[in-house]
């Protein structure tokens, strides 16, 4: 499911990563165009247009008419579109990254904990425990979160 965006803002020009990319999100992004995007781009990866998918996503992630949360997600969805592609693992850890720093500042760790199943997943556990011991670290998680984490670490633990 779709994350649903707060409050729009303007993008900036220097925010496109190429010329023209960002000219379908210049104006205040609402939310029933960035739903229609985001399916566009999932329609993209479903069909095997991967390529398509990922430029999306990724000007989406990059896309200051977003707001963060709804950015982090997009992250998350490129990082996937990136291992289906077979992509180098630091472009797809790239893409995680992009999502946990716009996170961060809110007091989340959506994108931390998928980037951790996604390095277990890669066979480096070490990495991803270490990733779920930082999120156990913050103040803001809940009971449940902090007792999914634990269960993490425990699971990856050298036996």
């Not at 500042?105 to 270490?130: C, D, F, P, S």
Request: charged content about 30%; hydrophobic content about 40%.
């Amino acid at each position: 499911m779709l994350a649903h965006p707060a409050k729009s803002t303007r993008l900036d020009a220097r925010e496109c990563p190429r010329p023209g990319a960002c000219d379908r999100y210049r104006s205040v992004m609402d939310h029933e165009r960035y739903v229609q995007i985001a399916h566009e781009a999932d329609a993209a990866f479903g069909d095997g247009r991967h390529d398509e998918a990922a430029r999306t996503f990724q000007d989406l992630v990059r896309s200051s008419a977003l707001p963060d949360m709804d950015r982090s997600v997009m992250a998350i969805n490129l990082a996937t579109v990136l291992q289906k592609m077979g992509a180098d693992p630091r472009q797809i850890e790239w893409a995680f990254d992009q999502g946990i720093a716009l996170e961060r500042r809110w007091y989340r760790g959506n994108v931390r904990e998928h980037k951790a199943a996604w390095l277990a997943q890669e066979g480096r556990t070490t990495e991803a425990a270490a990733l779920y011991q930082q999120l156990l670290t913050e103040g803001w998680a809940s009971s449940g979160e902090r007792s999914r984490w634990q269960r993490n670490v425990t699971a990856l633990a050298p036996r």
